[in-house]
């Protein structure tokens, strides 16, 4: 997971969530090979959970945009090319 790097330095969170759902938020700048590989490792073993908002095909590419842009999302929207539109 990223914070900043794609949507800009301020990242809004309820805090009120994260406290009634024990979630901890864990992070650092910068990143190395051996830290990239440990996420790559954490990744594949299901150790993240990441909220996803909707799974667009790919003729929907602009939606995606348009809600992302309107910041319409709470999660992560996946475009699969392989979903028919």
């Known amino acids: 997971m990223t914070a900043g790097a794609h949507g800009g330095g301020d ?3 309820d ?13 650092a700048a910068g ?3 051996e830290n990239v590989l440990a996420a790559l ?13 909707d799974i667009l095909p790919l003729e929907r590419l602009q939606e ?4 992302l842009e309107n910041r319409d999302v709470r999660g ?8 028919d539109g």
Do not use: C, Q, W
């Open 11 to 13: 990242v809004t969170l």
């Open 15 to 27: 805090a009120k969530l994260l406290y009634h759902r024990r979630i901890r938020i864990l992070g």
């Open 31 to 33: 990143s190395n090979t």
């Open 41 to 53: 490792e954490g990744a594949g073993a299901g150790l993240f959970r990441m909220e996803i908002e």
């Open 64 to 67: 995606a945009y348009a809600r």
């Open 76 to 83: 992560k929207i996946i475009i699969d090319p392989g979903l």
